[in-house]
């Protein structure tokens, strides 16, 4: 693990409004940034809006707006996005600042430089909802693979010679073989790039809403080709001798929906090694949401915003769920029973119960104080081997972003401390043998504290408040901790309150 890491959410379009699929890769971004942070490594964590295009321009004037104050606006809701979802310190660009423009025009000159760009005559289908163009051959039914209309557009445009890294492109992919995750996306991308490409069209003189291409500005880029380079923007390019630079690229890890893979694995490498610039190093392509079994859209009504989700069940058990209820990786259906299936099984019956058990007792029998260990029998260290194994396979798990897998590990250490609750029943042991109720109820404080620290990056608010209840120190809440600082006997505890609460239909 180096010492550095950089990680990107796309860039979110601002002709929508923010929905549980941008928050969805927005949290799971913030609790891989958050797991690394508390383990001890520099984290950038980029993400914004992309903010030019036609479908932005049509948006804009179907508002009544000017596009920049359109821009302005829809930016801003993206921002209170990030602070209702609870994302950690970040950069947050936007592809109409300068710094990007600047950072745009620098990487389409590199290209340039290198002989990849040239003009050329141009007719193909577009469709303006996914701003792509499609292949005659790619059409169904007159309409574009993901259902958009297209139309017919002859323009002369610039060119990426996209065509002419088939070759290398292929051979990055063998020589970085985890440079593609899941490895259903690999094979996805490997076999496009293997039945041939062509070049890429990559600016637009049909509409104005855009970055002006160097020396020619009758032409604006094509909003992919300057979209992408919001992450070399992120890092501060073209200055290539600044610190971010420097520290952070290339970088780590583009986290992006299984529909933008394509950009990002194909379009994105071939620019960068284009202009010379070192190729991220990985790109994770996730599932998407259904929602109650459909699609997502404003027409059919279920349409969910982050801040009804929020209001509705509270943030960290909508963070839980997002990254629990399905491999991350795969597709998933949000729905209302399952979610409060999660509040009311994993959260309050299965973690929020053991810390309420074994706070209250604590409280009850130990007077409020961390009670001081005795004698240790092998069912209290069959326990703290497990709660001192969890911080490894988290590691490994997170690593691999099979968040729902750390949280199955982690869940599977709450089972067995509720097992060995009843097994030792520290509340029979209360008058009977007090030494070994206070061994009990060490072990179990000492284990809840492992699993406190732990789920941070996912409940960071409901952890903060298990670890008050513990009264573990602001200083001693990092992955370090874990081993470093043990509850200390005699320590005073705040008296015990719920942090997980049950969810209660409305009118029952
Ligand atoms: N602007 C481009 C990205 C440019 S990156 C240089 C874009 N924006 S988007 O706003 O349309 O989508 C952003 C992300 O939201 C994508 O990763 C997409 O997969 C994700 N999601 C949109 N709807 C989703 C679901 N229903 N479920 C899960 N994620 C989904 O594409």
């Avoid at 899941?182 to 996805?188: F, G, K």
Wanted: charged share 25%; aromatic share 12%; proline share 6%.
């Amino acid at each position: 693990m180096g010492e550095n890491f950089y990680v990107t959410t796309p860039i979110y379009y601002v002709n929508d409004s923010p929905h549980l699929g941008h928050a969805y890769t927005t949290v799971a971004c913030d609790a891989l940034v958050r797991f690394r942070r508390l383990d001890g490594q520099k984290v950038l964590f980029v993400t914004g809006t992309d903010e030019h295009g036609q479908k932005v321009e049509n948006s804009a004037r179907a508002a009544g707006m000017d596009p920049q104050a359109f821009c302005d606006r829809v930016s801003r809701t993206f921002r209170a996005m990030n602070a209702l979802v609870g994302i950690d310190e970040h950069r947050f660009v936007r592809t109409t600042e300068d710094r990007h423009i600047r950072c745009a025009t620098e990487l389409w000159r590199r290209i340039d430089a290198h002989g990849d760009i040239y003009l050329g005559k141009y007719g193909y289908w577009y469709s303006v909802r996914d701003e792509a163009p499609y292949d005659e051959s790619e059409l169904i039914d007159g309409k574009a693979p993901t259902g958009a209309e297209v139309e017919w557009v002859e323009e002369e445009n610039y060119f990426f010679r996209l065509s002419a890294w088939q070759d290398r492109l292929m051979e990055f992919y063998d020589a970085n073989p985890d440079f593609i995750g899941p490895a259903a996306r690999r094979n996805e991308v490997m076999s496009f790039v293997k039945s041939g490409l062509r070049d890429l069209s990559i600016s637009r003189t049909s509409f104005t809403w855009g970055i002006p291409v160097p020396n020619d500005s009758k032409h604006i880029m094509y909003v992919w080709f300057e979209a992408l380079s919001v992450y070399l923007t992120g890092v501060g390019f073209p200055d290539t001798d600044g610190a971010d630079y420097r520290d952070f690229w290339p970088c780590d890890l583009h986290m992006v929906g299984k529909d933008i893979i394509r950009f990002h694995c194909v379009y994105w490498p071939a620019m960068l090694l284009a202009a010379g610039v070192p190729v991220t190093e990985r790109v994770f392509g996730h599932g998407w949401w259904t929602v109650e079994g459909r699609k997502m859209s404003k027409s059919l009504g279920n349409f969910i915003t982050p801040k009804a989700l929020i209001d509705k069940y509270g943030l960290d058990p909508v963070r839980y769920f997002m990254l629990r209820e399905l491999p991350f990786g795969s597709d998933g259906d949000f729905s209302h029973r399952a979610m409060v299936n999660r509040i009311n099984g994993d959260l309050a019956n299965d973690l929020g119960n053991l810390a309420q058990r074994v706070l209250s007792m604590i409280q009850r029998y130990c007077e409020g104080r961390v009670p001081a260990p005795g004698t240790i029998a092998p069912p209290d260290d069959a326990l703290m081997a497990v709660a001192h194994a969890l911080h490894g396979k988290l590691r490994q798990e997170i690593g691999e972003l099979a968040f729902h897998r750390a949280l199955e590990i982690l869940w599977q250490a709450v089972g067995d401390a509720n097992r060995y609750v009843d097994e030792q029943a520290p509340w029979a042991l209360n008058k009977s043998d007090p030494s070994r109720r206070d061994t009990v109820l060490y072990m179990l404080a000492e284990t809840i504290r492992h699993l406190a620290i732990l789920i941070q990056p996912v409940m960071p608010g409901s952890a903060g408040r298990l670890l008050d209840q513990l009264a573990v120190p602001a200083h001693a809440r990092d992955f370090k901790a874990l081993a470093a600082h043990p509850l200390a006997a005699g320590t005073p505890l705040p008296k015990p309150e719920g942090v997980f609460p049950r969810y209660v239909e409305e009118g029952t």
